[in-house]
């Protein structure tokens, strides 16, 4: 299985324009820029993709961790927060924050935690990035 986007940029780093396209269409010539990527303008980023990349694959995999323990959420909602930093020769991304809220009416705390904990570890977005990935996960049942 592949997945296909696109990103076109025109001008400088700092006066350029861009915008990204995902094969499904989701994403159509959508702005991005300097701007959106270092400061607060408006339009996507690269980090902000890969924030909702991280959260979505994250949240999938918990849900078929949770599946394996018998376990079926009434809902995961889960926030990642992507950090860009300055490093030597340039910028990196240097850590992930994930933020999952679960709803499991009479979900075991031990169970979920492990299911958390492998989802965390064996999402193929987790597998990709070189950033140290963190956790809080609250059950609520």
């Known amino acids: 299985m592949k997945r296909?986007?696109?990103?076109?940029?025109?001008?400088?780093?700092?006066?350029?324009?861009?915008?990204?396209?995902?094969?499904?269409?989701?994403?159509?010539?959508?702005?991005?820029?300097?701007?959106?990527?270092?400061?607060?303008g408006p339009g996507t980023n690269p980090e902000e993709l890969i924030a909702a990349a991280h959260a979505g694959c994250f949240t999938m995999a918990l849900s078929a961790q949770l599946g394996e323990a018998g376990i079926t959420a009434e809902n995961l909602t889960t926030k990642a927060a992507v950090t860009l930093d300055k490093v030597e020769g340039g910028f990196a991304i240097t850590a992930v924050?994930?933020?999952?809220?679960?709803?499991?009416?009479?979900?075991?705390?031990?169970?979920?935690?492990?299911?958390?904990?492998?989802?965390?570890?064996?999402?193929?977005?987790?597998?990709?990035?070189n950033a140290t990935i963190t956790l809080d996960a609250k059950l609520e049942t």
């Not at 915008?19 to 959106?36: E, V």
């Not at 709803?103 to 597998?127: L, M, T």
């Open 4 to 40: 296909t986007a696109s990103a076109s940029w025109s001008g400088g780093l700092k006066d350029g324009k861009g915008s990204i396209s995902t094969q499904s269409g989701i994403l159509d010539n959508t702005r991005y820029g300097f701007a959106s990527r270092f400061e607060e």
């Open 97 to 129: 924050h994930l933020d999952l809220v679960a709803r499991i009416p009479g979900g075991d705390q031990k169970a979920f935690e492990e299911a958390a904990n492998k989802a965390k570890a064996g999402c193929p977005v987790s597998k990709v990035l």
